[in-house]
Nanobody
Framework: QVQLVESGGGLVQAGDSLRLSCAAS????????MGWFRQAPGKQREFVAA????????SYADSVKGRFTISRDNAKNTLFLQRNSLKPEDTASYYC????????????????????WGQGTQVTVSS
């Protein structure tokens, strides 16, 4: 059974940096593309960043480009999201997802292509 467990959330101030982690288990991590999405209260889940199976290709939402960096360590079955220059509008629950292999091993912005999700980690950025 696949499990994705996010960690690293918390309360920070605008301008701070924070790194989120997502520990994966249950199937061979390096076989799957991964992604980060977020959801603020009253809003739909939105794409943040995605990465292909090897980590060589990435994609970012315009709102985070230049501030966030997605990466992965396949040897440790872990996905990361380094977030710098945080803004109050970055406040949300952050979820990592594992893309279904039937869609390929490249990155995707479409949440419908993700088979598994973590429970989410809350990030609050105060102004």
């Amino acid at each position: 059974q696949v499990q994705l467990v996010e960690s690293g959330g918390g309360l920070v101030q605008a301008g701070d940096s924070l790194r989120l982690s997502c520990a994966a288990s249950g199937r061979t991590f390096s076989n799957y593309a991964m992604g980060w999405f977020r959801q603020a209260p009253g809003k739909q889940r939105e794409f943040v960043a995605a990465i292909n199976w090897s980590g060589s290709f990435t994609s970012y939402a315009d709102s985070v480009k230049g501030r966030f960096t997605i990466s992965r360590d396949n040897a440790k079955n872990t996905l990361f999201l380094q977030r710098n220059s945080l803004k109050p509008e970055d406040t949300a629950s952050y979820y990592c997802g594992q893309r279904g292999r039937r869609y390929g091993t490249g990155w995707s912005r479409d949440p419908k292509e993700y088979d598994y999700w973590g429970q989410g980690t809350q990030v609050t950025v105060s102004s």
